[in-house]
Nanobody
Framework: QVQLVESGGGRVEPGGSLRLSCAAS????????MNWYRQAPGEQRVMVAETTSGGRTTYAEPVKGRFTISRDIAKNMVFLQMNSLKPEDTAVYYCNADIVPYTVVDGTRYPSRYLEFWGQGTLVTVSS
């Protein structure tokens, strides 16, 4: 019904930049928050950056001042601009969103209860 697809990962040298993108598609009535998480090898998945539909943003301490989350509400997309990358930023980055799907009854769309969705992840490797 609803899918999140990330893109933009890859390998970069320390000090470099990458921009991740995530597109939500499917039976979407509305999107509340769109967020980025990451999971380094052997570690738990942690929040990197969050953004609400009202534009409020929150960042994890290790990325403040280096990463910027932004959102294209019309296109149901969220981005993560990552600058001054460090080896410790190496991880699989996941897009996460709280989405209200819709169902169709007699041709009319009705909102369902909001659900949490995850993308498949994109690998970011920071290494010289």
């Amino acid at each position: 019904q609803v899918q999140l697809v990330e893109s933009g990962g890859g390998r970069v040298e320390p000090g470099g930049s990458l921009r991740l993108s995530c597109a939500a598609s499917g039976r979407i009535f509305s999107i509340q928050t769109m967020n980025w998480y990451r999971q380094a090898p052997g570690e738990q998945r942690v929040m990197v950056a969050e953004t609400t539909s009202g534009g409020r943003t929150t960042y994890a301490e290790p990325v403040k001042g280096r990463f910027t989350i932004s959102r294209d509400i019309a296109k149901n997309m969220v981005f993560l601009q990552m600058n001054s990358l460090k080896p410790e930023d190496t991880a699989v980055y996941y897009c996460n969103a709280d989405i209200v799907p819709y169902t169709v009854v007699d041709g009319t769309r009705y909102p369902s209860r909001y659900l949490e969705f995850w993308g498949q992840g994109t690998l970011v490797t920071v290494s010289s």
